[in-house]
């Protein structure tokens, strides 16, 4: 018996030993990777309790309630009278301080600044436990007294009220204390590139915008020093500093804080200011909103000056050409609340932007009876004037030599509104036209004039179809009352077919893009002064050109004439 027992010890030992290995190399590795998450729970309450004469008060029971999901904290002043709460989301909480001899204190309604520490002092009355003083938090002023930096958040409520061009929140960035930006646009409706912007996007580029760079500066600095996160993760280009990946839709930001300076080490890839968007999460009661805008050229008003090449009031007709021809409706829906109250919450965003517009350009293109005609066998000719869709498509506008600067009957003979210019060449594959750049009187007319229109001027529609969608969700789950796990996403398909190029049906080109941003959070509270966070994330926008254009003829040189 005793042999037999002491294998079975030794093993029990072992694998007690193997747990406890695996374990602390688990715990090993949860903590190091806090360093480099930027949490969306860092911020935090802190304070100090005191009675009427000023003297601290240790031993106070606060209770912390966050108002959106019900969970609480608890905590105890210590023997200098300071409490602390951690890890905090930026919601609305109810702080509550009982002990013995004083009368219960509450805050209602208390807000806070994301990502920092905030400090609320407490001062208790003399009474009893039972009496109840209830203060509401909204007038105790969020201000920054813990922290050196400059900073400004600016909340839900602005972001749905204030004006932003293309319900892009980042303009609203330039509102902020420390930053400069006008948010100046160009004269064909674009973003102004002042001196330090010379990125991609820029003011109002919109939320379809594939890579956009705040117009701001701080610190007589580049935008492209600028530092841009969504629930802690870095959406700053690969290609350019400054600009972020994903542009967030309005509905979907809960609040948006800038750091002008001064900000933590851990923000410190780079050196300009650090614009940290914090996404809306759903919340014990369920809520939602929708709204809808449609662009018509019909709703458009005409450009009542510069006419075509003047400084001068334009006819009727060329206001008509310059007015806005975008036709699009605008629309988007949000919807959030709790899956388990209590436990489980969600949120659901998304907008779209669909939109077509048609421009009507016009120019000179070869004629079918010169594609039949003029194209050698063999002949590099035959191959651009045989391939698929080389065919132009457009509405013919008559001309004659003489408006096309060409002599009648010497270089050019007008048939039917179009233009017989030469003939092909006789003298074989590889040699030159002796008549091009001569001395003679029809130059580069080939075998001369034979009846066959060569060239038609044509206008031809070139229209644009756009499809853009960005999806936003969010799942917050309170697993127990020290693990807090949240997935938050960004989806943004986008896809533009328009004629890239003179109008031909193979030049019909498909652009399809997809732009994300994802991150998964778990947040372990081990005691009031010990917390970890363990985050995965990745965002990127990625486009496969030549797999969404079988169509196009890859490989042939580009050909003028």
Not at 126 to 138: F, I, P
Not at 158 to 182: K, W
Not at 267 to 296: D, L, M, P, W, Y
């Amino acid at each position: 018996m005793r042999d037999a027992t002491i294998p079975t010890r030794h093993y029990a030992l072992n694998r007690a030993l193997t747990r406890g290995i695996q374990a602390l190399l688990l715990f090993a590795f949860l903590l190091g990777m806090a360093p480099f998450a930027t949490a969306q729970y860092r911020a935090s309450i802190q304070g100090v309790v005191t009675d009427p004469s000023g003297a601290v008060v240790p031993g106070v029971a606060l209770t912390l309630k966050n108002n959106s999901n019900n969970h609480t904290m608890t905590a105890t002043s210590n023997d200098s009278g300071v409490y602390n709460f951690n890890a905090l989301p930026p919601d609305t909480f109810t702080l509550t301080a009982t002990r013995q001899g004083f009368q219960t204190k509450t805050l209602e309604n208390l807000h806070i600044i994301p990502e920092q520490a905030n400090a609320v002092n407490i001062k208790l009355a003399l009474g009893t436990v039972s009496e109840n003083v209830t203060v509401s938090g909204s007038e105790v002023p969020a201000l920054d007294t813990e922290t050196a930096t400059v900073s400004s958040t600016i909340t839900s409520n602005q972001i749905e009220h204030l004006p932003s061009f293309g319900r892009d929140v980042f303009t609203l960035a330039q509102l902020t204390p420390g930053v400069f930006g006008n948010g100046a646009r160009s004269a064909n409706g674009g973003s102004s590139n002042n001196p330090g912007n010379q990125g991609p996007g820029g003011s109002g580029s919109g939320i379809f915008q594939t890579e956009n760079g705040p117009q701001i500066q701080t610190r007589g600095g580049r935008y492209n020093t600028n530092g841009i996160s969504m629930d802690g993760i870095s959406t700053v280009s690969a290609v350019w500093g400054g600009t972020s990946i994903i542009t967030p839709s309005e509905s979907s930001v809960a609040n948006m804080k800038v750091v002008s300076n001064s900000y933590d080490a851990e923000n410190g890839r780079f050196s300009g200011s650090s614009i940290e968007v914090t996404t809306k999460s759903g919340s014990n009661q369920f809520h939602g909103g929708a709204f809808f805008r449609a662009a018509r050229p019909g709703l458009n008003a005409y450009q009542r000056w510069n006419g075509l090449a003047s400084n001068q009031p334009g006819t009727p007709a060329q206001r008509n050409l310059k007015r806005d021809t975008d036709r699009f409706n605008q629309f988007g829906a949000d919807f959030g609340g709790p899956l388990w109250k209590n436990r489980v919450f969600f949120f659901f965003n998304f907008e779209s932007q669909p939109m077509n517009s048609t421009a009507t350009p016009s120019g000179w293109y070869e004629t079918p009876e010169f594609d039949s005609s003029a194209a050698a066998s063999g002949s590099i000719a035959a191959q651009y004037l045989g391939y698929p869709g080389v065919a132009p498509v457009g509405t013919l506008i008559n001309q004659t030599c003489q408006q096309a600067g060409l002599q009648e009957g010497i270089n050019c003979q007008t048939i039917d509104g179009k233009l017989d210019v030469g003939s092909p060449l006789t003298s074989g594959l590889g040699h030159q036209d002796l008549t091009y750049g001569g001395s003679s009187t029809t130059p580069g007319v080939g075998n001369g004039l034979d009846g066959v229109p060569d060239l038609q001027f044509l206008t031809t529609p070139n229209p644009t179809s756009t499809s853009q969608v960005q999806y936003n969700g969010r799942v917050d789950a309170q697993v127990t009352q020290n693990d807090r796990i949240s997935f938050a996403l960004y989806w943004v398909p986008i896809s533009t077919t328009n004629f890239n190029g003179p109008t031909r049906q193979a030049n019909l080109w498909n652009h399809t893009q997809v732009n994300n941003a994802f991150s998964a959070i778990w947040l372990h509270t081990f005691s009031p002064t010990l917390i970890n966070e363990a985050r995965a994330n990745a965002a990127g926008w990625r486009w496969d050109e030549v797999a969404s254009n079988p169509q196009a003829p890859f490989g042939f040189p580009t050909d003028n004439i």
